[in-house]
C-alpha cells in the first residue's frame, strides 16, 4: 500500500512539473498591438537617446504601398469612402481587400508616436516620432512627425537599422 502511494505522489509531482514548465499559450496580438511592443522596445533600448521614456499615444498604423497608378487610384477611393460621413462597409472592404492582393506593392507600415522624455535638469520634453516599418514590422527609420508631408508619397527604400528592431 506505501508503495502505491509513493507512486502516486510521484506520479502527482511529474505531472505538476511537466504542467508547469509548459508555456502558456499565447495569444494573438493584433499588427498595433505588436508594432506598439516593438517600438517601445526599441526607444527603451536607446535610454541615452531617450532618457526616462514615457509613451503618451500611438497613431494608427498605416500601410504604405509603392506609389503607382493601381495603388494610388485604389487609396484615393479609400480615403474619399472613408472621409464619409456614413461610409460604405462593404466598399471599404473591398478596397482593402485589393490592396492586400498587391502585397508585392507594399512597402511597409507607417506610425506616430507621442511620448516624454526627461532631460538631465528634470525637465519633461513632449516629443512626436513617425517610425516607418518594413513589411515584417522591423523599424526602419525614425524622423520628427513634421516630416510626414514630405514623404508620404514617394517610394523610400532602407534596410532595417539595426537586429534589435526584430522581435526575439
Not at 115 to 126: P, Q
Amino acid at each position: 500500500m506505501k508503495r502505491v502511494v509513493k507512486l502516486f505522489a510521484l506520479w502527482v509531482a511529474v505531472m505538476v512539473m511537466v504542467s508547469c514548465q509548459s508555456e502558456p499559450k499565447k495569444q494573438n496580438e493584433t499588427p498595433d498591438e505588436k508594432v506598439q511592443k516593438i517600438i517601445t522596445s526599441w526607444i527603451e533600448n536607446r535610454k541615452a537617446e531617450y532618457p526616462s521614456y514615457t509613451p503618451i499615444e500611438f497613431g494608427k498604423l498605416t500601410p504604405r504601398y509603392r506609389f503607382n497608378s493601381r495603388t494610388h487610384k485604389i487609396m484615393t477611393t479609400l480615403d474619399e469612402e472613408l472621409e464619409k460621413k456614413q461610409p460604405n462597409k462593404a466598399l471599404v472592404d473591398s478596397l482593402q481587400r485589393l490592396l492586400n492582393e498587391n502585397k508585392s506593392d507594399l512597402l511597409g507600415y507607417t506610425i506616430v508616436h507621442r511620448f516624454t522624455t526627461e532631460a538631465l535638469n528634470g525637465v519633461k520634453n513632449e516629443e512626436e516620432k513617425l517610425f516607418f516599418l518594413d513589411s515584417l514590422y522591423r523599424i526602419v527609420t525614425v524622423l520628427n512627425a513634421d516630416s510626414w508631408d514630405l514623404i508620404m508619397d514617394k517610394e523610400l527604400f532602407f534596410n532595417p537599422e539595426s537586429p534589435d528592431s526584430i522581435e526575439q
